[in-house]
């Protein structure tokens, strides 16, 4: 805990750690904050537990690198799936989007977020190696790559970047088709239109 946090008295130190998620500015917290307060202590207590409990019992899928409570995760696990195609999503949440469209039914690669040099974030600091690894040793060829990057000037940059070290592996490399606006995300998309983006998903040039 730093200097600062320390000086806060409880409230709004459950107002400051609150207004840290995504998604949630101060009045949300706020207002969340009190809500806590207003139940007994039973639910602060279960929520807190939970809270710890999530992070100790989740770890990342050794595979796909999704969050998971099991390795390898239930998709990697499920043997109904085609893992000759792999769906390469920016987070967790973007694989549960995909997940959820139902039309696809291949494997996962999970990179935890985009290139943005200007964030510092670099190839190393992304699930990259990790992917090149998989596609270079699976026991049975992938065939295709779909990059389910988030239309964005990171995602589009960690398009490309990935098209040029996936093709010379001789995998065809595709992209969702356009549908999703640009800045959009596909957490925050329908499933519809995930759903025909990934249908009409097109050839990276
Ligand atoms: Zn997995």
Do not use: W
């Not at 949630?24 to 602060?44: S, W």
């Not at 690198?65 to 499920?78: E, K, Q, V, Y």
């Not at 200007?118 to 690894?133: F, H, S, V």
């Not at 995602?155 to 999703?180: K, M």
Request: hydrophobic residues 40%; glycine residues 6%; contains cysteine.
């Amino acid at each position: 805990m730093n200097n600062e946090n320390a000086k806060r008295d409880p409230v709004s130190k459950l107002i400051f750690e609150l207004s840290k998620l995504p998604g949630i500015g101060e009045k949300t917290a706020t207002r969340l904050a009190y809500f806590v307060l207003k139940q007994d202590e039973t639910y602060a207590r279960s929520l807190a537990e939970s809270l710890v409990a999530a992070k100790q019992k989740v770890g990342l899928c050794e595979t796909c690198f999704t969050f998971t409570d099991i390795n390898p995760c239930r998709t990697c696990a499920d043997t109904n799936r085609d893992r000759a195609i792999i769906c390469v999503v920016e987070r967790p949440s973007d694989m549960n989007s995909v997940e959820m469209a139902g039309t696809f039914r291949g494997a996962y690669h999970v990179l935890h977020g985009a290139l943005s040099p200007l964030d510092g974030i670099g190839p190393d600091e992304l699930k990259i190696r990790e992917l090149i690894e998989r596609l270079r040793t699976a026991s049975a060829p992938v065939s295709e790559v779909i990059l389910a990057m988030n239309p964005s000037v990171e995602g589009d940059a960690t398009s490309l970047y990935l098209t040029r070290l996936i093709r010379p592996l001789g995998i065809r490399v595709t992209q969702l088709a356009h549908g999703i606006p640009m800045g959009g995300q596909l957490e925050y998309t329908d499933r519809q239109t995930i759903g025909k983006a990934i249908e009409n998903r097109m050839e990276m040039r």
